[in-house]
């Protein structure tokens, strides 16, 4: 991330983009290979008070269609990316990230740093730097 801060960390309020899916990510190369967020049309402070209708439930956090919801709903979506992209041979610890991530308690799921760090780590493990 360019950003020293991220979206959900944000003071006073974290922002959450709430609509973490493959339709809203723009796959660019040029010299390296960039994963780009779009469509910020739902997107919203976080906690929200109320949940959002008419949105995929398998596209999106179970509680962000039902109940109160935070930024643990953009956790689940990163999650869900892992879990959706249709890439054979993904190793186990890709998936366990994946279940860390999409875990039904939002509280049990990990901070957008923590999660940054355990997916630089797993990365880590397989770069070589010249």
Same mark, same amino acid.
């Given at each position: 991330?360019? +950003?020293?801060?991220?979206?959900h960390?944000i003071?006073?309020? %974290?922002i959450m983009?709430?609509?973490i899916?493959?339709?809203?990510?723009?796959?660019?190369y040029n010299?390296y290979?960039y +994963?780009i967020l779009?469509d910020?049309?739902y997107a919203? +402070?976080?906690?929200?008070?109320?949940?959002?209708?008419?949105?995929s439930?398998s596209?999106h956090?179970?509680?962000?269609?039902?109940e109160?919801?935070n930024f643990?709903?953009?956790?689940?979506?990163?999650?869900?990316?892992?879990?959706s992209?249709n890439?054979t041979?993904? %190793?186990q610890?890709?998936?366990? +990230?994946?279940?860390?991530?999409?875990?039904?308690?939002?509280?049990?799921?990990?901070t957008?740093?923590?999660a940054?760090?355990?997916?630089?780590?797993?990365?880590?493990k397989?770069?070589?730097?010249n």
């Open positions: 991330m360019m +950003f020293k801060q991220g979206m960390e003071k006073p309020k %974290p983009h709430r609509d899916r493959w339709p809203n990510i723009i796959h660019h010299r290979q +994963f779009i910020f049309d919203n +402070f976080s906690p929200a008070d109320e949940p959002l209708k008419g949105l439930e596209d956090a179970p509680e962000m269609l039902i109160k919801h643990k709903v953009d956790i689940w979506g990163v999650g869900n990316l892992v879990g992209c890439v041979g993904i %190793p610890e890709l998936l366990s +990230f994946n279940t860390d991530l999409c875990k039904s308690d939002p509280d049990s799921r990990p957008a740093s923590v940054l760090d355990q997916a630089k780590d797993m990365f880590r397989v770069i070589t730097y």
